[in-house]
């Protein structure tokens, strides 16, 4: 190579410009936090993160929106899905959950690590996330996401634009990549300065800041615990869908009955049930889908199950009705009343 041709290829490489990964929620902070990016003539590519408790298509305002979102930036957009390994962490996350069964500190590792990988895969400098400084209370606030950081070996590489003047220099700050000066001083849960922004962006409609993370959720983070706990297993991707529809009842330790609650939910439990799960079926009358799943029941755990299914059906409540119990090389009817309302409450998650 001449000198020519090597001052050349250093003006190229100087001229180059710098690329930054996104993680992307499709909510209004990440969207925010790479148009700042963009601003500062960073070419952004994103990661998206689908876990078997957040999907795009659960219609809170957040990761549905995700694809429409990446268009609209005109960025590259990867998506990745955790699933049984995130299943495997929520057992025992090392930092604990929140105020329901969210792991949020374990769960933002796995999603930096993912954004780490893409970032030294496409050759990035940086990456980059809407987190703002005290908006959630487990994983945005200075000691978690240092602990973060320190986790996921992207000590200094990650730059929170929202909220950057409050937390320490980054280094593509440092490198001279992006300018301080111009990345934003947010704090806390007001959205006042997001949608100051949003009006600057020209972003109409901007989603509110509810996730549709459902570990966040009283009802299914109890019954989501009572699962983990129950199962001598990790549960699989298909309990997890279970726990989503129906009526749950726990019958006893490994063993539990759901009951569907209208006729969407009995077909996506006919679509969910398993070779090893035995179906409770009224006969005469209109009822629901019920699938009993576990280990081998007793009679009685069997009865139990049959007066459950007469409870939520159109049997008479003060008379017997006939229940079919079928599975894999089981079935059997009984004659039962319906499940007084007490024991019911008693054993349902
Ligand atoms: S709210 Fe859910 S998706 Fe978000 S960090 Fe916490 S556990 Fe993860």
Not at 132 to 145: D, E, H, I, T, W
Not at 247 to 273: D, M, P, W
Not at 275 to 291: A, E, H, M, N, S
């Amino acid at each position: 190579m001449t000198k020519n041709d090597k001052r050349g290829a250093n003006l190229k490489n100087k001229s180059r410009k710098k690329k930054a990964v996104a993680l992307l929620s499709g909510g209004l902070d990440s969207n925010l936090a790479i148009r700042m990016i963009q601003d500062q003539g960073i070419d952004v590519e994103a990661v998206a993160i689908k876990t078997p408790f957040c999907d795009f298509d659960c219609g809170k305002g957040c990761g549905h929106r995700v694809k429409e979102v990446a268009t609209e930036l005109g960025i590259a957009l990867k998506t990745i899905y955790f699933g049984e390994e995130y299943l495997q962490m929520l057992k025992n996350p090392k930092h604990g959950y929140g105020s329901g069964m969210n792991p949020c500190i374990d769960c933002r590792s796995m999603m930096y690590n993912a954004a780490k990988d893409h970032m030294e895969n496409i050759g990035a400098e940086f990456i980059i996330t809407g987190e703002v400084l005290g908006q959630r209370p487990m994983s945005q606030n200075k000691n978690a996401l240092s602990i973060i950081e320190s986790e996921t070996g992207t000590k200094g590489v990650v730059v929170r634009p929202l909220s950057a003047k409050h937390l320490p220099i980054t280094d593509p700050e440092k490198k001279g990549f992006i300018k301080r000066e111009n990345l934003g001083y947010i704090k806390g849960r007001s959205r006042k300065e997001q949608i100051k922004l949003a009006e600057k962006y020209d972003i109409n409609d901007p989603p509110n800041s509810a996730g549709g993370c459902l570990l966040t959720d009283p009802i299914f983070s109890k019954r989501i615990k009572d699962l983990y706990e129950h199962n001598i297993t990790i549960p699989d991707i298909n309990d997890v869908e279970l726990l989503k529809i129906g009526r749950h009842f726990r019958i006893s330790g490994e063993k539990k009955l759901i009951v569907g609650r209208n006729r969407e939910e009995n077909t996506v439990l006919e679509a969910l049930a398993i070779k090893k799960d035995l179906k409770i079926i009224v006969k005469d009358y209109v009822g629901p889908t019920c699938i009993f799943r576990g280990k081998k029941p007793t009679k009685d755990e069997i009865i139990m199950c049959a007066r459950i299914a007469v409870r939520y059906s159109d049997a008479p409540k003060n008379d017997y009705s006939i229940v079919k119990i079928c599975g894999h090389a089981y079935e059997n009817e009984f004659s039962v009343m319906p499940l007084d309302e007490y024991s019911i409450d008693n054993i349902r998650i």
